[in-house]
Nanobody, 127 residues
């Protein structure tokens, strides 16, 4: 059974940090691009960050560049998103996703191209 299970969301004050985790199982995650999308209330889902399957190159949306860091632990089949200097506009449900066909910039641009999705974890940035 294919699963992407996110964890680590919660309430944090502006300027704070959170680390999200995405545990993958049931498919050969090493061969998939994997990353994070987010969706704020009333807004479209947007790509946040991803890792390519071949060499682990990282990509970030301009809105999070310099503040968020994506990483991968292949032994644990887990992808992490370290989020620092959080802003109220980062408030959203964060989803982990994987794609066999899309990678890099196209991964972030084409959410409809994902093969698997997690159920999401809520991040709220508020004082």
């Amino acid at each position: 059974q294919v699963q992407l299970v996110e964890s680590g969301g919660g309430l944090v004050q502006p300027g704070g940090s959170l680390r999200l985790s995405c545990a993958a199982s049931g498919f050969p995650a090493d061969y998939y691009g994997i990353g994070w999308f987010r969706q704020a209330p009333g807004k479209e889902r947007e790509g946040v960050s991803c890792l390519t399957s071949n060499d682990g190159t990282t990509y970030y949306a301009d809105s999070v560049k310099g503040r968020f860091t994506i990483s991968r632990d292949n032994a644990k089949n887990t992808v992490y998103l370290q989020m620092n200097s959080l802003k109220p506009e980062d408030t959203a449900v964060y989803y982990c996703a994987a794609s066999a066909a899309y990678s890099g910039r196209t991964f972030l641009q084409y959410s409809y191209g994902m093969d698997y999705w997690g159920k999401g974890t809520l991040v709220t940035v508020s004082s």
